[in-house]
Protein backbone atom coordinates (compact mmCIF):
# COMPACT_ATOMS: atom_id res chain seq x y z
CA UNK A 1 0.00 0.00 0.00
CA UNK A 2 1.18 2.99 -0.99
CA UNK A 3 0.08 6.83 0.16
CA UNK A 4 0.94 9.68 -1.22
CA UNK A 5 2.79 12.66 0.49
CA UNK A 6 2.12 16.33 -0.21
CA UNK A 7 3.31 19.89 1.35
CA UNK A 8 -2.43 21.28 8.11
CA UNK A 9 -2.48 20.23 12.15
CA UNK A 10 -0.26 17.91 13.06
CA UNK A 11 3.50 17.20 11.56
CA UNK A 12 4.40 17.78 8.25
CA UNK A 13 5.42 14.48 6.31
CA UNK A 14 8.34 17.01 5.84
CA UNK A 15 9.32 16.94 8.75
CA UNK A 16 9.97 12.74 9.93
CA UNK A 17 12.94 11.45 11.14
CA UNK A 18 13.79 7.31 11.24
CA UNK A 19 12.44 6.36 14.23
CA UNK A 20 9.80 8.25 14.85
CA UNK A 21 6.16 6.81 15.06
CA UNK A 22 2.88 7.68 13.64
CA UNK A 23 -0.53 7.55 13.97
CA UNK A 24 -2.46 6.14 11.13
CA UNK A 25 -2.87 8.79 8.75
CA UNK A 26 -5.83 7.52 7.15
CA UNK A 27 -7.75 7.85 10.80
CA UNK A 28 -7.22 11.78 10.53
CA UNK A 29 -7.56 12.60 6.61
CA UNK A 30 -10.09 11.50 4.71
CA UNK A 31 -7.74 12.48 0.78
CA UNK A 32 -5.51 9.74 -0.15
CA UNK A 33 -3.02 13.05 -0.11
CA UNK A 34 -1.32 13.00 3.52
CA UNK A 35 0.65 16.29 4.31
CA UNK A 36 0.47 15.93 8.35
CA UNK A 37 0.86 13.02 10.28
CA UNK A 38 0.24 12.77 14.19
CA UNK A 39 3.84 11.36 16.12
CA UNK A 40 3.50 9.20 19.12
CA UNK A 41 5.54 7.57 21.53
CA UNK A 42 7.08 4.54 20.08
CA UNK A 43 5.88 2.88 23.38
CA UNK A 44 2.19 3.54 22.79
CA UNK A 45 0.27 1.79 19.74
CA UNK A 46 0.99 3.40 16.85
CA UNK A 47 0.42 2.72 13.16
CA UNK A 48 4.10 2.81 11.98
CA UNK A 49 7.71 3.62 12.66
CA UNK A 50 10.30 5.48 10.44
CA UNK A 51 12.30 2.47 9.48
CA UNK A 52 14.10 4.59 6.77
CA UNK A 53 13.94 7.67 4.29
CA UNK A 54 15.66 8.24 0.85
CA UNK A 55 15.07 11.08 -2.22
CA UNK A 56 14.33 9.43 -5.70
CA UNK A 57 17.20 10.14 -7.85
CA UNK A 58 16.39 12.13 -10.53
CA UNK A 59 17.33 14.69 -12.76
CA UNK A 60 16.78 18.67 -12.69
CA UNK A 61 13.28 19.59 -13.93
CA UNK A 62 12.48 15.82 -14.34
CA UNK A 63 8.68 14.95 -14.53
CA UNK A 64 6.44 12.95 -12.36
CA UNK A 65 7.55 9.72 -13.03
CA UNK A 66 3.90 7.97 -12.07
CA UNK A 67 3.03 6.16 -9.06
CA UNK A 68 3.68 2.69 -10.46
CA UNK A 69 7.47 3.73 -10.66
CA UNK A 70 7.56 5.21 -7.13
CA UNK A 71 5.95 2.34 -5.81
CA UNK A 72 8.65 0.14 -7.90
CA UNK A 73 11.31 2.47 -6.42
CA UNK A 74 10.42 2.03 -3.34
CA UNK A 75 10.03 -1.77 -3.32
CA UNK A 76 13.60 -2.08 -4.18
CA UNK A 77 15.23 0.45 -1.87
CA UNK A 78 12.84 0.57 1.90
CA UNK A 79 14.47 -2.65 4.43
CA UNK A 80 12.91 -5.54 5.14
CA UNK A 81 9.95 -5.10 7.31
CA UNK A 82 7.95 -2.29 5.49
CA UNK A 83 4.75 -2.31 5.66
CA UNK A 84 3.61 1.28 3.83
CA UNK A 85 5.46 3.57 2.31
CA UNK A 86 4.96 7.40 1.73
CA UNK A 87 5.62 8.79 -1.78
CA UNK A 88 5.40 12.00 -3.26
CA UNK A 89 2.35 12.89 -4.60
CA UNK A 90 2.12 14.85 -8.69
CA UNK A 91 1.61 17.95 -7.03
CA UNK A 92 4.03 17.51 -4.03
CA UNK A 93 6.58 16.35 -6.55
CA UNK A 94 5.73 19.39 -9.07
CA UNK A 95 4.98 22.57 -6.46
CA UNK A 96 7.58 21.30 -3.40
CA UNK A 97 9.99 19.70 -5.48
CA UNK A 98 9.43 16.74 -2.91
CA UNK A 99 11.21 13.67 -3.70
CA UNK A 100 11.18 11.79 -0.22
CA UNK A 101 9.91 8.29 -0.01
CA UNK A 102 9.16 7.33 3.23
CA UNK A 103 9.49 3.61 4.64
CA UNK A 104 7.39 2.69 7.24
CA UNK A 105 7.10 -0.89 9.46
CA UNK A 106 6.90 -1.72 13.08
Known sequence: MSLMAAA?????????????????????????????????????????RVLALFDVEDSEDSEFPGMDELDSIANERC?????????????????????EIICLGQ
Open 8 to 48: CMGTSVFELKVGDCIEDPHATQEFKEISTVQRVDCSEPHYG
Open 79 to 99: PPGTSDILVPSERSWNEAEDR
